[in-house]
């Protein structure tokens, strides 16, 4: 079945470093992927996503870009803000209509001034 | 705005009893789902309905029940209420080809 491993966390960086959060998936078809993010004390909420290789999704400065061959879906930003600190899930849809949205285990991220 | 609705944010329950958990979207989504959140584990789908009427297993669904009897309403049900159910609940729902899952605020439900 569909799958979705992440990098384990926490991860503590300084203000203004680089972040990257590792994501890799399985899953027959052609899935749809997505980062969502959840801040202290909210729901889930889409940061990005991408619905065919080769496709970068973009927001707030997250970029993730959806690699085929790699079966990888990885979370970059060049330089992070303490209202960055969240909780990162990478998650993956497959490609009908009754398919269910799968979540990694999330990656707490923590910054720090 | 797009909305999804839980009806508590804290819910605090005795063992054996019957806990009812309510969603409500204003979104006309087809699909509605409920998750599980706890330390470590992240999201685990306890079950999910595609229409009214339909539901589907997830990964956990054992000691729980759904009911979906209107489009914009999904409920999750404890029959009996047991301690390790204790956890952070989260309700979702998307549109038939799933674009994009929009979320509840969450309900932390303990049972003592």
């Known amino acids: 079945g569909n799958s979705v491993t992440q990098m384990e966390g926490p991860v503590t960086l300084s203000e203004e470093a680089f972040l990257t959060i590792n994501c890799t998936y399985t899953?027959?078809?052609?899935?749809?992927l997505f980062w969502y993010v959840q801040y202290p004390g909210e729901g889930l909420q889409l940061l990005l996503k991408?619905?065919?290789?080769?496709d970068k999704g973009s927001n707030k400065g997250f970029e993730a870009t959806y690699r085929k061959e790699t079966t990888s879906f990885h979370l970059e930003k060049g330089s992070v803000q303490v209202s960055d600190s969240a909780v990162y899930f990478c998650?993956?849809?497959?490609?009908?209509?009754?398919?269910?949205?799968?979540f990694g285990p999330g990656t707490s991220l923590s910054v720090i001034p | 705005d797009v909305k999804v609705t839980q009806s508590s944010r804290y819910l605090v329950k005795r063992t054996g009893e019957k806990v009812f958990l309510e969603c409500v979207q204003d979104?006309?989504?087809?699909?509605m789902f409920w998750y599980r959140q706890d330390p470590g584990l992240g999201l685990r789908l306890i079950y999910f309905?595609?229409?009214?009427?339909?539901?589907e297993k997830g990964d956990i669904p054992e000691g729980y029940s759904v009911s979906r009897e209107k489009k914009e309403r999904f409920s999750l049900i404890l029959e009996s209420a047991s301690t390790n159910q204790t956890s952070m609940y989260l309700c979702?729902?998307?549109?038939?080809?799933?674009?994009?899952?929009?979320f509840g605020q969450g309900t932390r439900l303990t049972v003592v």
């Open positions: 979702a729902s998307s549109d038939r080809w799933g674009t994009e899952a929009f």
């Open positions: 899953a027959t078809g052609y899935p749809s």
């Open positions: 991408a619905t065919k290789a080769d």
């Open positions: 998650a993956l849809r497959g490609g009908t209509s009754y398919d269910k949205v799968i």
């Open positions: 979104m006309d989504h087809e699909n």
């Open positions: 309905s595609y229409d009214v009427k339909m539901k």
